[in-house]
């Protein structure tokens, strides 16, 4: 008989073979355990109690065979950045400052999350704070603020950085850790790291998610985004997350896109801007419009009024956080 590898499935299929009785929660529990002890070198990983991830998949399980109605995620191993609260874990946010932290309670999309019956497997590595987009030189010659738990790495180089600031989900899910997670989006921290592993993650629109029971950096632009190694499991965990349950496709042909390609495709890797007008011909084909634009000092107007948002916000942001949460 094959031995399957838990560690090559993806969300979707982990629930769908724990729902037919092909494996068990905990099968996949051991399998990822192996896993993240293989991985342990990437530094993804900064709160995982093994035996409290076998004791819930156990429990699942139980639920299970007993017959019990089971969620759309049943049994799915999940990631958490380690800025999103959840009960019985630390939420350090790789600050010194929070290192012994343990929130009383944990937000919205957590508690939807484990309803539909995800277990959390491990809190995630990320910068401190999440301040960084996860440069591993920082060309000002400052050191850059890994954080409390040091640096994550990239999986598939080990010299490589991960991105951030959710690098952790996004090194471990690269991995095979876990098929699946949470990270947090301010200025690209769920979209870059995704990009830098090579698998999928989604920044939805502010708002969209319920941002209690995460430590504030900017509550104009911060977002919980879902990260994970295919486009179906980051639709499903929306659709759970927002209780929608499809995805709203507009038609191609509707669509009228803008590109400035003097800011994203300067100094650009020849195979990666071949890929790019690939895709956006692929989009032109399908029937959209594609507009060439040019936005006069897009970077510096990016950088500077993100940072000052920022800087404004957090400080009163984390104070509420701190005063809320207890």
Known sequence: VAILNYTKLNARQIIDGISKGDFTS???????????????????????????????????D???????????????????????????????????????????????????????GAIVMAKTNMHELAFSPGITEPTDG??????????????????????????????????????AGLGSDTGGSVRNPSAWCGITGLRPSTKRYSQVGVVPLSWTRDTIGPMARS??????????????????????????????????CTDCDPDVLNI??????????????IVDVTIQNLEKNINQIGQTL??????????????VSG
Not at 276 to 284: A, D, I, Q
Not at 310 to 323: A, D, F, I, P, S
């Open 231 to 264: 486009v179906g499991d980051l639709a499903l965990l929306d659709s759970v997350i927002t209780g929608e349950g499809s995805i709203h496709t507009a038609e191609i042909r509707e669509l009228r896109l803008g590109i400035d390609r003097e800011f994203f």
């Open 26 to 60: 905990v099968e996949v529990a051991e399998g990822l355990i192996e896993q993240a002890e293989a991985w342990k070198d990437i530094n993804s990983l900064v709160n995982f109690d093994v035996d409290r991830f076998l004791s819930l998949a156990e429990e699942a």
């Open 142 to 179: 400052s050191e850059i603020r890994w954080g409390a738990h040091g640096a994550a790495k990239n999986p598939h180089n080990l010299e490589y950085s991960p991105s951030g600031s959710s690098s952790g989900t996004g090194a471990a899910v690269s991995a095979g850790i876990s098929p």
């Open 62 to 116: 139980k639920i299970q065979k007993e017959g019990r109605a089971i969620g759309k995620l049943h049994g799915l191993p999940l990631l958490v950045k380690d800025n999103i609260d959840v009960l019985n874990f630390p939420t350090t946010a790789a600050t010194p400052a929070l290192e012994n932290y343990v929130p009383n309670k944990q937000g919205p999309v957590i508690d939807t999350l484990l309803n539909a």
């Open 310 to 323: 920022t800087m404004y916000e957090v400080v009163r942001g984390l104070t509420e956080y701190l005063k």
């Open 276 to 289: 790019f007008e690939t895709e956006v011909e692929r989009l032109s084909d399908a029937g959209a419009e």
